[in-house]
Nanobody
Framework: QVQLVESGGGLVQAGGSLRLSCAAS????????MGWFRQAPGKEREFVAA????????YYGDSVKGRFTISRDNAKNTVYLEMNSLKPEDTAVYYC????????????????????WGQGTQVTVSS
């Protein structure tokens, strides 16, 4: 069992930056592919970014490419999402997710790939 807790959300003006953190407990994070998703009111949960267990493979959703950066520190059991050049359309609840993988290089991008989810952190970007 893995417990995930997100932090770092808040209110920011368009063009600003935020850094989200996802702290994991219960298991060694290096055995887990990790991802960030977001969900705006009335919309489906959307893939944002994913990183393999060994950190060597990364994938981004089209809407955040070039603006967001996912990273992980397995020694600290933490995954990060650095968000720059934020836009009002980035407003959503952001969720961290984890999925056990024996393949350290594997990246997962579908919500159904993930077994563990955090409670979410609100990001609001004002225009």
């Amino acid at each position: 069992q893995v417990q995930l807790v997100e932090s770092g959300g808040g209110l920011v003006q368009a063009g600003g930056s935020l850094r989200l953190s996802c702290a994991a407990s219960g298991r060694t994070l290096s055995s887990y592919a990790m991802g960030w998703f977001r969900q705006a009111p009335g919309k489906e949960r959307e893939f944002v970014a994913a990183i393999s267990g060994n950190g060597g493979n990364i994938y981004y959703g089209d809407s955040v490419k070039g603006r967001f950066t996912i990273s992980r520190d397995n020694a600290k059991n933490t995954v990060y999402l650095e968000m720059n050049s934020l836009k009002p359309e980035d407003t959503a609840v952001y969720y961290c997710a984890g999925s056990y993988s024996i393949w350290g290089y594997r990246v997962k991008i579908a919500t159904t790939d993930y077994d563990y989810w955090g409670q979410g952190t609100q990001v609001t970007v004002s225009s």
